[in-house]
């Protein structure tokens, strides 16, 4: 069934007459994009698909609900158009701007659409390294305090540091290839440097309570039992936490182009999708876990989407002895590195966070910071540009 045009179809549509084969839909752009990667984490063909959906009620489209790319053979960027939370208007996003000329290209991009009408408000340019958010503003853009996307996370899951796993720093491969949770080192980690250990200690004690339960992580198939399944992990993922009041800028709907679309390439090699699952003695399955991310450089993968079910009051009546169950977040992680590793990734860039408690718990994880920035181009600045 077709969806029913939105304001944003209508700027698609035009973007396309204006633009013309340098506009395309992410779905179509794997190779394209391919060739842009250099390690850093939105330039991906999973992480366009996230940050340009087209799922996102403040910016839904009914043609290209996995977003938007511009390519003009040398420069590559996303393109999203949202509303901020509890607004009307929308604003043009171009997401993680890639080439020798990005600056230009960028630049452009903006002029020609307003030239035809479109933007009228202000425009910005996200996941930008620091180096390019000098250029940027060198160009002419303004820094995100003069125009936060959010009051309370004005970069949205930029406003805390990306956080990066160096794996040989959480896993010690043994003589006979198995791989051991290691206690994290340095003076600044003291304080939870056993953490993963203990937790992963925690949930196999968990599973030993409860000999009726097995939980099991598989790579995604994209099938629609599957996608289901990801998709009740996504949503009562985000129920829980609004609950909890720690939702900020992002919605469940952010993801549903990660839980239905299939990337370009192969599983385990060119992308990483686990569903995970608790399945009872009797044969019943319970989703529990939803991750995926994809290769952004040779050692290094970028994960977009890391969430766990648990929630044990969401869970009543499945286990015996609740006791433990509360680690599986940290065991999920530690057992997805540990199937990275498998595939040669030494390095696992989980991106930025909208608030102080989920960057505490990626930072408590071992994840190192590495910022990453917006830049806001307002009316007035880029109609001239």
Not at 147 to 174: C, F, K, M, S
Not at 364 to 378: A, I, N, S
Request: proline share 5%; aromatic share 12%.
């Amino acid at each position: 069934m077709r969806l029913l045009a939105t304001e944003r179809d209508h700027f698609e549509d035009r973007l396309r007459e204006i633009f013309g084969a340098r506009v395309s839909p992410v779905e179509e752009s794997f190779e394209a994009i391919q060739n842009y990667k250099d390690g850093s984490f939105a330039m991906g063909h999973v992480g366009l698909m996230l940050y340009a959906n087209g799922y996102n009620l403040r910016g839904a489209s009914s043609k290209y609900p996995n977003g938007l790319v511009y390519n003009d053979g040398t420069n590559l960027f996303g393109v999203g158009y949202f509303s901020k939370e509890g607004h009307v208007a929308k604003h043009l996003h171009i997401v993680a701007p890639k080439g020798p000329g990005r600056v230009e290209a960028v630049r452009g991009f903006i002029a020609e659409a307003r030239k035809a009408g479109l933007a009228r408000t202000s425009v910005y340019v996200r996941h930008l390294s620091p180096e390019d958010r000098e250029r940027f503003l060198a160009a002419g853009f303004s820094g995100i305090e003069t125009d936060p996307w959010h009051l309370g996370a004005p970069e949205e899951d930029e406003t805390y540091p990306n956080r990066v796993y160096h794996l040989e720093e959480i896993l010690h491969e043994q003589p006979d290839g198995t791989l051991r949770i290691a206690n994290l080192t340095g003076e600044e980690r003291k304080r939870y440097r056993s953490k993963n250990r203990l937790a992963h200690r925690r949930f196999e004690n968990f599973l030993d309570r409860n000999p009726h339960l097995k939980f099991v992580i598989e790579p995604y198939g994209y099938t629609e039992p599957e996608q289901e399944l990801a998709r009740s992990v996504v949503e009562g993922y985000f129920e829980a936490r609004r609950e909890q009041g720690t939702v900020v800028g992002s919605t469940p709907e952010d993801y549903y182009a990660i839980v239905r679309q299939r990337p370009g390439g192969t599983n385990e090699h060119d992308y990483f999708s686990y569903l995970g699952k608790i399945i009872t003695d009797d044969g019943d399955v319970h989703p529990a876990m939803f991750f995926a991310g994809e290769r952004v450089s040779d050692r290094r993968a970028a994960l977009y989407c890391t969430m766990t079910m648990r929630f044990p009051d969401r869970l009543v009546g499945l286990f015996k002895d609740p006791t433990g169950f509360t680690a599986i977040p940290q065991y999920a992680w530690l057992s997805v590195f540990k199937l990275m590793w498998r595939q040669g990734i030494r390095e696992v860039d989980a991106g930025g966070s909208e608030v102080k408690g989920l960057d505490d718990q990626k930072r408590q994880l071992g994840g190192r910071p590495e910022k990453t920035y917006w830049v806001v181009g307002d009316p007035d600045q880029v109609s001239a540009l």
